[in-house]
DNA sequence: AACGTTGGTTACAACGTTGTAGGAATGCGG
DNA sequence: CCGCATTCCTACAACGTTGTAACCAACGTT
């Protein structure tokens, strides 16, 4: 039923090769015999068989996005430019929800490598860069965090500047009393520890000091994960007055649970977040937070990628950087 | 740098065929030969190229699943479903991202078919079945709507009775002039039409006749589009009580809208979606909707497709309901 | 003792494609 | 009209895997 070179070169006459040379756009074929083989191609509606085409080449055209959970919406927007920038190298992208998990991670950067996969961009939530072996000389592009260094190529952004950033803004509005969702609870996720960071900094730059009982650890990055941080702070009699999230979708669940404990946003607290996801911008209220340049970190991404495919296996990692805004709404007006 | 069967045969002082043999769980192979062969494979870290295996068996192990958008968090949820569904069959899915345009749906259909995919789920939006040209007997299973009947296995969601259910909710809280957000404005949106139509036919039961003013169609189903329908409704002068929208960021966008416009929900507007994403259950108010069984979709469609690639090629199209639930929160309380 | 049976292993071909090497036809300058 | 380059095309091998057929050894039957 489906049709093969052979078949296409049988039916124009001519050899195998040839329909290959035309199919590829190698330009020594005559017009008329070019034009017999693209009406052959047509009437047999043939299409190129890719595993084979693969086998002989030792690429396959696809490359892998492995992130924890498409339902976290930061992700998912990243993955839409993902697929964007790969298109403009005829790249196909293999999207692939590891489930943010170490094992489940390991396992996915372990036999995501099957030969099935040219390249791979990766944003681990759990791993580190060391645990990251099978790939076997795979080009492989880290995101979001600084994992590490000088292991692989990263693409991130200044997660410890613009938490500084936020809560000097936080502090410019007269808030003193801030809290900070999300903070790591082991030794995992880097990025929460460069927020914390940038946070503790800005917190001691205006001499208001680190004042433990207003720093929550969440398990997970969910709303529920907000929420209920948000209520164990209220509970705890910390008396925040103003609250940064370290991603959007814990800041909508601090933002749900301050609502049913009948404080308002931003009057009597002010909540941040990170990420500009889609949501925070139709929130009630809509949601004051960082954006990192999304389609820029994916777009530096690919680029890296095809830059080791293209051939610098051996060149040094790079670290490339993606600016972010901060972006004031109505949640801490 | 990477190894290959031969590899493998050579260090363990056997024949390639045993080697493939022992990867592939052939029972005939001495528990010494095994052991020395997966002594060898260790070793080597070999991993099998699955580009060669596939050319061979003529499969792939990857179906794909196509959809609109991720950003859409009903697809990102849908979409998580359908990789645990999958894995259980030992698949890998290609998660594709079409846009939604007809042409880029179109495109999605047919160049994903280049022997890449073993089958394929697709969600389309703006496509008939009948342009789904160009798969060549590559098993699919479509989602969401019924589209057309006959031409490829589908999985749905009783949008008719679901629509007309939630419709009914309404009226029986008292609510008499029920706005609807998402009604297709072109040929586009089968769920949308059969949507509409539920809700019409619980107008007609309870004897309130359609309002054409209450009827407003959005070119797409995010939230912006949700917002700018209902500050039209708002507008117009329509003076609805309840909104009930075509899916949830739709109600989200209208809920924002609302505020803006200094309404309260329920209390002025009852306000009702449907999918019953995530955020609204977090959503202030949270969100009354229609919650389809994504998983059981996501594993009906997986298992319609494993009975195709099972054998069954030619068997009647079949067409499978998938339960749904009407889900009342605080927006309509 | 000759026989089929089963277990364990191997050689070979094939999947559909493209790179390489080279052959046949054509064009051009002398 | 010869020699040489260029254009156009082809045959062949190879990519790494697995199905097929076939083989040898060991075994139990007759």
């Known amino acids: 039923m489906r049709h093969r070179l052979k078949d296409v070169a049988e039916r124009a006459g001519v050899s195998v090769k040839t329909v290959s040379n ?51 919406p930061y992700f998912a927007e990243l993955a839409r430019h993902v697929v964007t920038a790969a298109a403009d190298h005829g790249w196909t992208v293999l999207i692939h929800p590891t489930g943010g998990g170490p094992e489940q991670e390991r396992v996915a950067a372990a036999g995501i490598g099957d030969h099935m996969i040219d390249g791979l ?17 795979m080009p ?20 410890v500047t613009a938490a500084r950033e936020m809560t000097t803004h936080l502090i ?45 650890p969440t398990p997970a990055w969910h709303r529920a994960d907000g929420a209920a941080a948000m209520r164990h702070l209220l509970d705890s009699g910390a008396r925040p007055d103003a609250v940064f999230c370290f ?23 002010a909540v941040a977040g990170f990420d500009d996801i889609e949501d925070g911008r139709f929130s009630v209220p809509t949601l004051t937070t960082v954006a990192p340049d999304k389609e820029r970190i994916a777009r530096l991404a690919v680029d890296l990628l095809a830059g080791r495919l293209a051939g610098d296996r051996d060149a040094p990692p790079r670290e490339l950087t993606a600016p972010h805004r901060l972006t004031p709404r109505e949640s801490t007006a």
């Not at 590829?24 to 085409?53: C, F, K, Q, W």
């Not at 961009?121 to 000389?137: H, M, V």
């Open 22 to 72: 035309v199919v590829n756009g190698y330009p020594h074929v005559r017009p008329d015999t070019r034009a017999r083989v693209e009406a052959a191609i047509a009437e047999l509606r043939y299409r190129p068989n890719l595993s084979a085409r693969n086998l002989r080449k030792g690429r396959t055209g696809v490359i892998a996005l492995a992130v924890p959970e498409l339902d976290i």
């Open 172 to 216: 410019g509005l007269g808030r003193r009393r801030i809290a900070a969702i999300g903070s790591p609870r082991t030794p995992e996720g880097a990025g929460a520890r460069l927020r914390l960071a940038g946070y503790t900094a800005a917190l001691t730059e205006a001499g208001l000091g680190y004042d433990e009982s207003l720093v929550a």
């Open 247 to 269: 991603n959007d979708t814990l800041a909508l669940g601090a933002l749900r649970a301050l609502h049913e404990a009948g404080l308002r946003v931003p009057g009597d607290v």
């Open 121 to 137: 961009i990766f944003s681990p939530l759990s791993l580190d860069a060391e645990d990251l072996t099978g790939l076997d000389g």
């Open 140 to 159: 492989m592009v880290l995101l979001g965090e600084r994992v590490d260094h000088g292991l692989a190529d990263h693409v991130v952004i200044d997660n």
